[in-house]
């Protein structure tokens, strides 16, 4: 038996050692990443490739007509994919902005200001990191229909602000920060609203990054509000209407038939616009992400 | 240059803003925000269900209180609740929440062992599937696990022979609940995976020497005796988000099956009983019942995970 070593956290080079790691990693990876290269692939695949028995895997003549005909769908119900795009942009670009603000206003306060029931908040919050939005999907559509919010631009928004994970994430985050940084910029003169805008914001820069992402996520993503909240056709998302044209289709699964193959490709490349901003975000972020993870424990 | 800079209107708007920032000390002015979204779009919502979760509601007339019958009903006479949905549910849960957060442990650990460059990328592969939301994703796996001899799966295995007639992987109650579950399994290396890599990576590697001189023999020893308690709050954290990511599953179902009940309610979950109940035959305060066991359900578990992982003070 190979003598036993400290285990090599983050070397700097390739070693023997790691190929081990490797034999396991990479062909896990690469299981992981099928379904995606599969929805790349067939994204890109025009009519006759769809429809090719045996099916084939990869795309032999990439084209972009299903990206076309996923336009032109929309077109044909009413309204422009253009508008569906517009909707999604606005509601995700407003929803990151102010679910990082809240998010980071409040976790500043639990973190270094003084009031009282401070400690019970945090814990409820914590409590809540175990919240299933889905389980009280009735409950709020009934609150805010009590709101006036149905049919509102806020009710795709506001629902999906406060992220239980993200206070947690960036209070424990704000904790690393030394008290004597603030008390200076007090002597100085400094409001809180000051030291907050001034000196906490860049420094935790990464764990408001990742709050960006995880509410990047969740608004991009959203189903729930534009399906439940929404009756204004014109003011629903892409994730709603791709979600529409994926009922279409598996509805037509069931029937089988041409549209159903057809809708494959459109959906393919649905799934593909849907994914794309994600991952190019978390790509550029993920230093950050990582490093705010690194706070991330909880503390019992 | 600076006289431009001086008068301009955006440093009139930055002054302004100064100004009324220099004022804002309270810390009510930091936690309102979050606050009231919280308690408006959390808090309330779990009291209303609690509250509904007696009451007979059908979204037409005002909600008429029942007592505990919603409770009795679910616990006693609902078949498919018992039958089906629970045992579904919990089938499910126990297989895809550890076997995910043991392979997102194992696969940090790998992946800390190796350099810095490869790391990023099969941390961003791995991390991948769980951006990829349900929506139109459940057309994908439908093209992959078709039923017929133009699904992927079964024009690969029926050219190599493994089986002769295609599998009807989506509609057979036999194939659909393993197939859910593998596909969970597929997008399980969530936020807790990062998580837990950055918590291996930052766990003081002195720890690690020191233990070889103090006769550490072997990995497992290292695993359980420095890795695993060096990184404990992460692992919690990793354990939580699993816990709520499994539950929290429950369109996978219909959207591979394509239809509410699913067939014979073989990949029917609490989440889809509550949508069944609640958006489509509207028994509000039924649904709210479901609603509440779900999330005493998640508590429950998630405490346990809590006892298991929590450091003590």
Known sequence: ?300 | MNAIRKYSGFNKLMDLLDTVQQKMNHPAWFFTPYVTLFVVFIIIPVIIAAGLSFTYFNTIETPEFVGLSNYIELLTRDEVFMQNVLPNTIRFAFIVGPVGYFLSFILAWMLAQIPHRPRTILAIVLYSPSMTAGIAMGVVWTVLFSGDATGYLNAWMMNFGLISEPIQFLTSPDYLMNIMIVVSLWSSMGVGFLAMLAGILNIDRTLYEAAVMDGMKNRWQEIFYITIPSMKPQMLFGAVMAVVATFQVGAIGVQLSGSNPTPQYAGQLMVNHIEDFGFIRFLMGYASAVSVILLIMIYGISKVTWSLLGERD
């Not at chain 1, 400690?119 to 919050?125: A, D, H, P, T």
């Not at chain 1, 100085?188 to 935790?204: H, L, V």
Request: charged letters at 15%; hydrophobic letters at 55%; proline letters at 6%.
């Open chain 1, 1 to 300: 038996m190979a003598k036993y070593q400290a285990m090599k956290v983050d070397p700097k080079g390739f070693s023997k050692d790691q190929l081990k790691f490797y034999a396991i990693l990479i062909p896990m990876a690469l299981f992981v990443a099928l379904p995606i290269i599969f929805i790349v692939s067939h994204a890109f695949k025009p009519m006759n490739e769809l429809f090719a028995y045996p099916p084939r895997f990869f795309v032999r003549t990439p084209t972009f007509e299903n990206f076309r005909d996923l336009v032109a769908l929309a077109s044909q119900s009413g309204i422009p994919f253009s508008k569906y795009l517009y909707n999604s942009l606005i509601v995700t670009g407003l929803g990151v902005f102010l679910s990082v603000l809240v998010t980071s206003l409040g976790a500043y306060s639990l973190s270094k200001l003084k009031f009282k029931g401070k400690k019970l908040l945090f814990e409820i919050n914590t409590l809540a990191l175990m919240f299933v939005p889905i389980a009280v999907t009735i409950p709020r559509y009934l609150t805010i229909e009590r709101l006036g919010l149905i049919d509102t631009f806020w009710v795709l928004i506001l629902p999906l602000i406060a992220m239980p994970v993200g206070l947690f994430l960036v209070k424990q985050f704000i904790d690393q920060t030394p008290d004597e940084l603030i008390e200076s910029a007090k002597i100085d003169g400094a409001s809180e609203m000051q030291i907050f805008t001034k000196i906490i914001i860049p420094i935790i820069a990464p764990a408001l990054a990742t709050v960006g992402i995880l509410s990047f996520q969740l608004l991009w993503n959203d189903v729930i509000g534009p399906n439940l909240f929404i009756d204004d056709e014109s003011m629903r998302t892409l994730a709603f209407y791709f979600q529409t044209l994926a009922a279409l289709a598996t509805n037509q699964a069931g029937a089988g038939g041409a549209n159903m193959i057809a809708g494959q490709g459109i959906m393919a490349a649905a799934s593909l616009i849907m994914f794309v901003p994600n991952i190019i975000i978390f790509i550029f972020l993920q230093g950050k992400v990582m490093n705010t993870m690194a706070h991330s424990g909880i503390k019992s």
